[in-house]
């Protein structure tokens, strides 16, 4: 990694924490999050999921774009830094506020390396969240690309999509293939940042029992000195109302 990009994301310093998972498509690190999601309530800590692309501020205009394959590499990373600046103003920072546990599936880190892959500017890039906040734990869940392609043709979607497979980048008229050389450049490019921004990178080969339980137990090292607020409640339930937020039950 060049020295000249910049790395620095600022700590938050709010009660809160803030975990997030990375991973190319067939990773499993959705599955792992939505485990880890249950396993935290049911130790009683309050908890808010967010995920990439979720923001009603430019959702429904990124799926025109898709639809209509108008979408540029520079648009398209555009757009996934508006929806990330949306969410994390007013989907992340509140709870974490209120002293919540905040999950994220995806995180700035995906911008850094599948945007990189499309041909966007690295430091752009690195430039474009430098408004971001490093999260308390970030995980990477690591998997072969065979592996990634055989999870995710067994499942109900049963083909790749357009973008998913950098169809857009003309790779391979064949969405298997040109998903194998994209998704395969994006590793490549994840496997350049695990140490900068000292990502836990996981064995995403490994049954999922297996991956919850070392994610659990390196969770519980970073909460250990977790100490929620108290007497927030009636806050966070402002806060829910104030941004339209539905709470996790």
Same mark, same amino acid.
């Given at each position: 990694?060049?020295?000249?990009?910049?790395?620095?994301?600022?700590?938050? &310093?709010?009660?809160?924490?803030?975990?997030?998972?990375?991973? =190319?498509?067939?990773?499993?690190?959705?599955?792992?999050? !939505?485990?880890?999601?249950?396993?935290?309530? /049911?130790?009683?800590?309050?908890?808010?999921?967010?995920?990439?692309?979720?923001?009603?501020?430019?959702?429904?205009?990124?799926?025109?774009?898709?639809?209509?394959?108008?979408?540029?590499?520079?648009?398209? /990373?555009?757009?996934? @830094?508006?929806?990330?600046?949306?969410? #994390?103003?007013?989907?992340?920072?509140?709870?974490?506020? @209120?002293?919540?546990?905040?999950? *994220?599936?995806?995180?700035?880190?995906?911008?850094?390396?599948?945007?990189?892959?499309?041909?966007?500017?690295?430091?752009?890039? $690195?430039?474009?969240?430098?408004?971001?906040?490093?999260?308390?734990?970030?995980?990477?869940?690591?998997?072969? =690309?065979?592996? *990634?392609?055989?999870?995710?043709?067994?499942?109900? $979607?049963? !083909?790749?999509?357009?973008?998913?497979?950098?169809?857009?980048?003309? #790779?391979?008229?064949? &969405?298997?293939?040109?998903?194998?050389?994209? !998704?395969? $450049?994006?590793?490549?490019?994840?496997?350049? =940042?695990?140490?900068?921004?000292? #990502?836990?990178?996981?064995?995403?080969?490994?049954? =999922?029992?297996?991956? !919850? %339980?070392?994610? +659990?137990?390196?969770? /519980?090292?970073?909460?250990?000195?977790?100490?929620?607020? $108290?007497?927030?409640?009636?806050?966070?339930?402002?806060?829910?109302?104030?941004?339209?937020?539905? +709470?996790? %039950?």
């Amino acid at each position: 990694m060049s020295e000249s990009l910049p790395t620095k994301t600022t700590p938050h &310093p709010h009660a809160g924490k803030l975990i997030i998972v990375e991973g =190319i498509d067939g990773s499993g690190k959705s599955t792992q999050l !939505q485990l880890l999601h249950k396993w935290l309530e /049911s130790k009683g800590h309050k908890v808010f999921f967010t995920e990439w692309n979720s923001s009603d501020l430019v959702k429904e205009t990124t799926k025109r774009g898709k639809k209509s394959k108008s979408l540029t590499p520079t648009t398209f /990373s555009l757009l996934h @830094a508006t929806d990330f600046a949306s969410r #994390l103003y007013h989907h992340i920072m509140p709870p974490l506020k @209120a002293g919540m546990i905040v999950l *994220a599936d995806r995180y700035m880190y995906t911008a850094f390396a599948r945007d990189v892959v499309r041909g966007v500017s690295a430091e752009w890039v $690195r430039k474009l969240y430098a408004f971001s906040i490093k999260p308390d734990m970030a995980f990477y869940f690591k998997v072969p =690309i065979d592996v *990634a392609i055989s999870r995710l043709l067994r499942g109900t $979607r049963g !083909q790749f999509k357009y973008y998913e497979a950098g169809m857009d980048m003309n #790779l391979s008229p064949d &969405p298997t293939h040109s998903f194998r050389i994209f !998704q395969s $450049r994006i590793l490549t490019e994840y496997d350049k =940042i695990v140490d900068e921004f000292g #990502l836990l990178t996981m064995d995403a080969t490994q049954d =999922i029992a297996t991956q !919850q %339980e070392l994610m +659990r137990t390196l969770v /519980s090292e970073t909460l250990h000195d977790y100490k929620p607020k $108290r007497g927030t409640y009636g806050r966070r339930t402002l806060f829910w109302r104030r941004f339209d937020i539905h +709470r996790s %039950e």
